[in-house]
């Protein structure tokens, strides 16, 4: 299902869009240069005991994109195809997340290659005890703090937790996506879907669409589509489609999202869900729909299907769905794409919350985790429409511009150039 150029980086890819940004803000050679290279890579091998007895050594990484504006701050990904460029490519986003939603972090992402589903409890706590003690030395309550991402949750957070605690006595603050019993905030589970229902509701309003009865086609119903699939009700949206990794389900008068979380818990899958019919992942992103919502994996409209996207918008809750070549192709027929970097922020928005609760050892409800929010990604998604409104220019462009332009901004500041 992915892109049909999966050997082009994407590093290279994410680039083209900061490029554009530099060009317009007439950035040098050497300050681009600075603001597009990770500060720091490191790559290490876990070594784990498989429950067979085996040994297997597994890939991970951990890339300090830049850290202007705060302490480093970004997810961990365990995913077959975690490798070293996409998670330079991830690291960078976050830089220009962070920025572009105005919290004190600067970016950064982890990942190890391996396949969380084949792997069992007890295998996966070794590895993430083993891969957290590898990068030990990068983390810190004010120098790196990471995040669940795709295939991680808030038991391996748990996990990275405790392995650091073990180190540095007990240490709430250095990782956030915890469980509330352990320091998580309330509602970071939802955050990233809220926040993705949040800036759907705004843009909604710019283009002048009625949200309700609106079709939406989600496409993953892990931690982020499922909860933006919850949450969508509260526009008054229908939600057709969704699908995971083993395929999609769709009925066009609308799916029982609550019934359909409770049917996932037990089959594992939505596949097969009474009700709705049998599509596959690359059917789901060119249905007959208003919104579309990759919410899966990267790369996953190019140049060749996104001719046939039928949404008027594409909301990107997934990190980079859609390639440079897709996202001409989408802008030149008019079909509206709200980039990643807008769109998902409420996660990393929370997990602000989160640490700040934290170095505060202070506890806040569910109402005011979500009013800071919707007040943080309103803000986010208007300074963004201003922009594009004054500049003519898309909600793409008009994100990179505003957190290059901070992110370099602050640079000078501090005197590095
Ligand atoms: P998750 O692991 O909880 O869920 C991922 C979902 O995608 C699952 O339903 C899985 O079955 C499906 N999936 C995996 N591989 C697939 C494939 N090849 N084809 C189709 N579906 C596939 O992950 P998540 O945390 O929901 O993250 C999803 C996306 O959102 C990622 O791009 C991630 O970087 C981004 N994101 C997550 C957060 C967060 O707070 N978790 C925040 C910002 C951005």
Redesign the pocket.
């Known amino acids: ?2 892109s049909t150029n999966e050997n082009v980086s994407a590093f290279d890819e994410v680039n083209v869009f900061f490029d554009r940004a530099a060009d317009r803000l007439g950035l040098g050679d050497g300050r681009r240069e600075m603001l597009r290279t990770p500060w720091r890579e490191l790559q290490v091998s876990i070594p784990v005991r498989m429950d067979d007895g085996t040994i297997k050594v597994f890939a991970g990484y951990r890339i300090q994109h830049n850290g202007a504006r705060g302490p480093y701050k970004g ?1 961990i ?3 077959p195809e975690a490798n070293q460029d996409e998670i330079r490519a ?1 690291s960078s986003l976050m830089t220009w ?1 962070t920025a572009l939603v105005e919290i004190p972090f600067g970016g950064a992402k982890g990942g190890v290659q391996c396949d ?2 084949q792997l069992s409890e007890g295998e996966l706590n070794r590895l993430t005890r083993r891969f957290t003690a590898n990068i030990e030395h990068l983390l810190g309550v004010s120098r790196d703090i990471p ?7 808030s038991q391996t957070m748990a996990w990275m937790m405790d392995a650091y605690s073990q180190i540095h006595g007990h240490t709430p603050a250095i990782v956030t ?1 915890k469980p509330v019993e352990l320091g998580g905030s309330v509602g ?1 589970d939802s ?2 879907g809220r926040g993705v229902v949040y800036v759907t509701r705004e843009t909604a309003v710019d283009l002048g669409m009625d949200p309700t009865g609106a079709r939406v086609a989600i ?8 909860w933006t699939a919850r949450i969508a009700g509260e526009l008054g949206c229908m939600v057709t489609a969704v ?4 395929g ?1 389900i769709h009925n066009d008068r609308g799916i029982d999202v609550e019934q359909l979380v409770k049917y996932q818990a037990e089959a594992g ?2 596949v097969g869900f009474p009700g709705t019919e049998r599509i596959t ?1 690359e059917e789901l992103i060119e249905l007959d729909c208003e919104i579309l919502v ?5 790369r ?1 409209i190019h140049q060749d299907n996104a001719p046939r996207v039928k949404a008027m918008v594409v909301v990107e ?5 859609v390639t440079p070549e897709a996202d001409d192709i989408l802008n030149d027929r008019g079909v509206k794409v709200i980039p ?1 970097v807008l769109v ?5 928005v929370v ?1 602000y919350f989160e640490w700040t609760q934290n170095l505060y050892q202070h506890q806040w409800d569910m109402t005011r985790v979500n009013d800071e929010l919707n007040k943080i990604m309103t803000r986010a998604y208007r300074s963004v429409a201003d922009r594009v409104a004054r500049d003519k220019i898309t909600h793409r462009d008009a994100s990179f511009q505003i957190a290059v332009e901070r992110v370099a901004h602050v640079s000078r500041l501090r005197g590095f150039i």
């Open positions: 299902m992915t997810g990904r365990y995913h991830l997340k969380p589903t995040a669940p991402d795709l295939g991680t949750n996506g970071r955050a990233t496409q993953g119903f892990g931690q982020v589509g499922s699908s995971d990794v083993q999609g899958t939505v992942n990759p919410a899966a994996i990267d996953v809750a997934a990190n980079h769905p990643d998902n922020a409420g996660g990393v997990s």
